[in-house]
Every structure is written in C-alpha cells, then in structure tokens.
C-alpha cells in the first residue's frame, strides 16, 4: 500500500498504515515523542523518512511530504498522551480546533482555506496551509530550514493548548520569540564567524525590540511561559538543537560554544549528558543522510538558511511588486518609515510601526502569507531589508519628505 501526503485523502490512509491502531496505542511522553521523531530529521528541518512506518521509502517523496506526515504523527502522539484512552476521531477534532485557536484573530495563512464539515479535510487543508505547499513561489523542498525547523513549536504549543486550552497566540508568540533569541545567541557565541554567520546575526536582531543581553540567554522569558510547557522535554531539546544548527560546521564544537550550551543547560535544567546526547543524534543523523541532504552535504545551516531565505524573499518581491507597490502607497505613514530606514536606523516604535503595517499587507497578497505563518517572523525583516534595494525607484516617486 502507498501513501501520497501530496494529494487529498493521505491522513485516513496513513492511519490505516500504522502498525498498531490508535486506540491501542502506549502513551508517550514528550521525551519519547522526541525520540521517536528526532532519528526522521523532522527537528533538523530535514525529515528523510515517515516516523513509526520507516520501513515506507518512496524516492518521489519530498522533505516537505515527510516533514507534514511526521508533523500529524507528533501531534497524534502528543494527543495520545494527554488521552490514552481516546479514539481517532477525538484527536483529530482537536487538532483541527487547536489550529483554528492560533490562527483566531489574527487573519492568517487559515484565511485563505475554505473549510468543510468534514475533519479530515480540513486538517489536510490546514498542515498543507502550515507547509506553504500552495505558495507557487517557494520551490519544493527549499522550504526546508526557514519554515520546517520551527514546525516543533507547533507540536509544544499543541501539548499546553490540551492542557489550558486557552492564551494559546500569546503562548505561540512566546516560543517564536525563544527560538529567535537562543539561535542569535548561540550563533553569536561562535569563536569564528563568517560573513553569513554575520549576514544572519545582523538579520536575526531586527526581530529583537531592543538589543538581548548576555547575561542570561532565555532565562527570564522561558520563565513565563506556562509551566507545563517549561518542563516539557521536547522544548528543552529543540532549543539544545537550534543552538546546534546555529553553530553547525565541519569543525569541531569550540570552547565558546560549548560554554554556551552549558549555561543554556544550566537556565533549562538538563543535564550535560543529555546535551551530548543531542550531539550525537545530530551527528548520526547527518552521518546517514548527510549525502542526500543538501542542507548537511554542501553547506553549513547558516549560509543555506541565508542563501536560501534571501532567494525566495526576493522572488517573492519581485512577483509582486506591483501590489505590494499598490499597497505601500495608501499608507503615508509606512512609505516615509521605510524611506527614512535607507538613510538611517529606526528606532524601536518606528521599527514596530514597519512590522505591523507590512503584516497587514502580507495578509492581503497571497503569496505574502508566508510571512504570518508561525515562524514568519524570522523572515520580516529581509522583507523590510530589500524592499527598498529592490524597488528602489517606487519609493523616490512616493516617498513622503519631512
């Protein structure tokens, strides 16, 4: 039997795969969740193969088709935890409604689904939505790394909304915001730096209001997240893994790097031992697919996250640079801002002004939507980088003078 994760109809055929039914399932914790998924490459952005059916190989298959497989199988698992004695249909409706939680308000990426009655369908709709697989723009497979690696947010956000299913965008906003920081520390702890180590540095403090301190790394805003969330496993490893990517190369880990880890360690409580574990999972995953995997095979994970990142923002501009032109020119105020940052550095209201306002543009432009994404965030600012590199004369026709 095969499974097509590309076309309509793949959750109820992958649930049939299973080797053991859902409702008879062993629970797992978050620990064991993670180990299960961690050896696919799905906390690296990378996903080479289907957790719980590895057996399943389809060459045809991209990062983005496994990654979705294995993003429901974690949030199948997730649910499994919290309700061992569930059915099927019950963690499914609450996938679905959990993703309708985040996605409330804010006009996002979901706004552009036309739901149905039918669960299934929808939630189809909606991990294709959270992939970005109908933005025509982004090629297969170079998603991977600028969208996929903080899909595990998703997975921890799922677990606190089954516990207080409430605050579940301001919870989401705070896991967003840890990821961003400990990559820019970790990354910034690097004894040498190269000039895309220097590129994502400049490019990572643009999503910080005011300038992070390295007195602590994420002590203080791990801290208010809620508590079940603070102890959960999953959480502390992918921040052990994002460090992990950030420093990434063919060299050995320094000892900055390493005095690094070990006061992240400390903040999150894990213990040294298990950051090596996080270590050698990495290494063993890189050592069996690392010749497949452009990511490890070529080039280190910052300058492919740099290279690639810069690639799509621009063709993203690019292709629509007449409707984002369209809508730039009915806000006075965000053509003057966006003027002013090509002659000298806004400040931290201006520089919130510029977010919110190229937000509310990108949830107009469909091809924008990748930028309101979970995750997004991260990419904004190569947005308000090259828009005025790129359309340069837009801006001396419609720029507003003091």
Known sequence: ??????????????????????????????????????????????????????????????????????????????????YPDAQIEEALKAIEKFYSSIDKGRKGILSLINFSKDTVSNLEAMLSARLQESNPIIK????????????????????????????????????????????????DAKFNKTKHD??????????????????????KDYFELPRPI???????????????????????????????????????????LDVSENINDLYSFKDSYGKKIRLFSNENPVKHFYKETSRAVKVLILKNADRIVKELVESKELVQLMGQSTLRDLDDDEKKKVKEQLLDICKTIPSLTIFIIPGGSLLLPLLIKLIPQLLPSAFNENRIED
């Not at 299960?36 to 490459?41: A, F, S, W």
């Not at 220097?198 to 403090?205: I, R, S, V």
């Open 230 to 272: 603070q102890e959960n496993e999953l959480l502390k490893n992918q921040l052990i893994n994002l460090c992990l990517l950030a420093i990434h190369d063919d060299k050995e880990i320094d000892s900055s790097e390493l005095a690094f880890l070990s006061l992240l360690a400390k903040e999150l409580g894990v213990q040294e």
């Open 198 to 219: 220097l590129n994502m540095l400049a490019l990572f403090k643009e999503t910080f209001s005011v300038n992070p301190s390295n007195d602590f790394i994420i002590k």
């Open 140 to 187: 297969k497979g170079s998603s991977s790394f600028f969208t996929l690696v903080v899909l595990s947010i998703d997975i921890i956000a799922f677990y606190g909304y089954l516990i207080r299913p409430r605050n579940n965008i301001k919870t989401y906003a705070q896991l967003e915001f840890i990821y961003n920081r400990v990559s820019y520390l970790a990354l």
């Open 1 to 82: 039997m095969a499974i097509n994760p590309a076309s309509s109809g793949w959750i109820n055929k992958y649930i049939s795969l299973l080797p053991i039914p859902f409702h008879e399932m062993q629970p797992l914790h978050q620990k064991e969740v993670y180990n299960v998924l961690v050896k696919t490459g799905f906390f690296y952005g990378v996903s080479s193969e289907i957790a719980l059916i590895p057996q399943f190989d389809n060459s045809i298959f991209s990062i983005d088709d496994y990654t979705k497989v294995n993003l429901f199988t974690a949030l199948l698992l997730t649910y499994k935890s919290q």
